[in-house]
C-alpha cells in the first residue's frame, strides 16, 4: 500500500521520500529513499532531514493467518513498529500530519451493517486486536504530545500488485488448468471491496482538505470502503466471467478462525469530509486488476 500511495502522491505533484529495511528501493520508485528498520531505528533524524508534511505509516503485519500462528510476532511488528514510528514523529521536532492504516478488523463481526464509526471494536483475530492497540498509540500520541492524526479504517483493498487475499488466490485458480475453482468459505460471506487507487485517492484527498478535517479534535478516525456489501460468491462469478467463462465454482463450506462473516462501511463520514469522492465501479476495479495480471502472463483472451 505504501508503494502505490508514494506513486500516486508523485504523480499528482508531491515530493516523496520511503523507508524500508532493503538497501534499495523498490524498481521505479518516484522519491527520495532511507533504509531503516521501523521497529528498531530511531527515525527522527529520517523525518526531521525531509520533514514531511505528511507521513503515511505502512509497515506493519497484514495478515490474520499469520497473527493466529505467531501473535506475539505479530504484535512486536504491528503495536511496536506503529509506537516506533510516533515516537519519531515526536522527537523529530516536525508536526506532519500522520496517517495510520487501520482495520476493519476492529470491528469484528459488527452488530449491525453498515458498520460506523462509533461501534463497539470487538476483534475476532489477533491481527485486529493488535490494529486496535495501534489506534490507541495514535490516540495517545494525538492527546498527549499534540501530533495531528488520521486513523483510516480500511475495508477490503485490492490491486494488481497484491499477490495475496481473496481477488488473487480466486484469479489465480481461474487462470489455472483446474476445471474448478473453489471457494474455501460458503460463499455468503461478505465484504466491502476497494481498489487500492481509490484508497489512495482518499488519503491524497483527505491530506490535501486537511484544515476541513478538523473540528477541534487532532485524532481523526474514518471508514475508507466503497459502503457496498458484496458476498464472495458474486465477486467469484464476476472474476469467472472475466477470465474462464466455463469453470465451475464450488464452496468447501469452511469458515476460517479469525474471519468476519459480514462487512459493510458506514462511509458517512468519508462522504462529509470528502462530498465529491466515488469510488469507480466494482466491475471496473476487477478488470484492471484481472487485465494486468494477464498482460503479466502474456494473455491478451481467455485461455493462452
Same mark, same amino acid.
Given at each position: 500500500?505504501?508503494?502505490?500511495?508514494?506513486?500516486?502522491?508523485?504523480? #499528482?505533484?508531491?515530493?516523496?521520500?520511503?523507508?524500508?529495511?532493503?538497501?534499495?528501493?523498490?524498481?521505479? +520508485?518516484?522519491? %527520495?529513499?532511507?533504509?531503516? =528498520?521501523?521497529?528498531?531505528?530511531?527515525?527522527?533524524? !529520517?523525518?526531521?532531514?525531509? #520533514?514531511? &508534511?505528511?507521513?503515511?505509516?505502512?509497515?506493519?503485519?497484514?495478515?490474520?493467518?499469520?497473527?493466529?500462528?505467531?501473535?506475539?510476532?505479530?504484535?512486536q511488528a504491528a503495536a511496536l513498529t506503529c509506537a516506533n514510528v510516533l515516537e519519531g514523529v515526536r522527537r523529530s521536532g516536525a508536526?506532519?500530519?500522520?496517517?495510520?492504516?487501520?482495520?476493519?478488523?476492529?470491528?469484528?463481526?459488527?452488530?449491525?451493517?453498515?458498520?460506523? %464509526?462509533?461501534?463497539?471494536?470487538?476483534? $475476532?483475530?489477533?491481527?485486529?486486536?493488535?490494529?486496535?492497540?495501534?489506534?490507541?498509540?495514535?490516540?495517545?500520541?494525538? %492527546?498527549?504530545?499534540?501530533? =495531528?492524526?488520521?486513523?483510516?479504517?480500511?475495508?477490503?483493498?485490492?490491486?494488481?500488485?497484491?499477490?495475496?487475499?481473496?481477488? +488473487?488466490?480466486?484469479?489465480?485458480?481461474?487462470?489455472?488448468?483446474?476445471?474448478?475453482?473453489? !471457494?474455501?468459505?460458503?460463499?455468503?460471506?461478505?465484504? =466491502?471491496?476497494?481498489?487500492? &487507487?481509490?484508497?489512495?485517492?482518499?488519503?491524497?484527498?483527505?491530506?490535501?482538505?486537511?484544515?476541513?478535517?478538523? *473540528?477541534?479534535?487532532?485524532?481523526?478516525?474514518?471508514?475508507?470502503?466503497?459502503?457496498? *456489501?458484496?458476498?464472495?460468491? %458474486? !465477486?467469484?462469478?464476476?472474476?469467472?466471467?472475466? !477470465?474462464?467463462? &466455463?469453470?465451475?465454482?464450488?464452496?468447501?463450506?469452511?469458515?476460517?478462525?479469525? =474471519?468476519?462473516?459480514? +462487512?459493510?462501511? &458506514? $462511509?458517512?463520514?468519508?462522504?462529509?469530509?470528502?462530498?465529491? +469522492?466515488?469510488p469507480r465501479p466494482l466491475a471496473d476495479s476487477l478488470a484492471l486488476c484481472v487485465a494486468a495480471w494477464q498482460q503479466e502472463a502474456?494473455?491478451?483472451?481467455?485461455?493462452?
Open positions: 500500500m505504501g508503494g502505490m500511495l508514494g506513486r500516486y502522491a508523485a504523480r #499528482a505533484g508531491h515530493q516523496v521520500m520511503g523507508t524500508g529495511r532493503s538497501r534499495q528501493t523498490v524498481q521505479n +520508485w518516484p522519491g %527520495e529513499y532511507a533504509q531503516a =528498520d521501523a521497529t528498531a531505528v530511531n527515525l527522527s533524524e !529520517i523525518i526531521s532531514r525531509f #520533514a514531511p &508534511d505528511v507521513l503515511f505509516h505502512a509497515a506493519g503485519t497484514a495478515s490474520v493467518g499469520a497473527s493466529l500462528a505467531d501473535p506475539l510476532g505479530d504484535l508536526q506532519p500530519l500522520v496517517i495510520i492504516p487501520s482495520s476493519a478488523a476492529v470491528y469484528g463481526n459488527p452488530q449491525s451493517l453498515p458498520v460506523t %464509526e462509533n461501534a463497539p471494536l470487538q476483534p $475476532i483475530s489477533p491481527y485486529g486486536f493488535h490494529k486496535a492497540v495501534c489506534e490507541m498509540l495514535a490516540r495517545e500520541y494525538a %492527546e498527549c504530545f499534540g501530533l =495531528d492524526v488520521i486513523i483510516c479504517r480500511f475495508f477490503s483493498v485490492f490491486g494488481s500488485a497484491q499477490r495475496r487475499l481473496l481477488v +488473487w488466490e480466486l484469479h489465480k485458480q481461474l487462470a489455472g488448468p483446474d476445471p474448478i475453482t473453489w !471457494i474455501d468459505g460458503t460463499g455468503s460471506e461478505s465484504r =466491502d471491496f476497494l481498489h487500492i &487507487d481509490d484508497v489512495a485517492e482518499v488519503v491524497l484527498q483527505l491530506v490535501e482538505n486537511r484544515a476541513s478535517t478538523w *473540528e477541534g479534535d487532532n485524532c481523526l478516525i474514518v471508514n475508507v470502503g466503497r459502503g457496498t *456489501e458484496t458476498p464472495v460468491r %458474486e !465477486i467469484a462469478e464476476q472474476l469467472r466471467n472475466m !477470465i474462464a467463462p &466455463d469453470k465451475e465454482i464450488r464452496c468447501r463450506g469452511n469458515l476460517r478462525k479469525g =474471519d468476519p462473516l459480514r +462487512w459493510c462501511a &458506514d $462511509i458517512s463520514s468519508l462522504k462529509s469530509l470528502l462530498p465529491s +469522492w466515488q502474456g494473455i491478451s483472451q481467455h485461455g493462452s
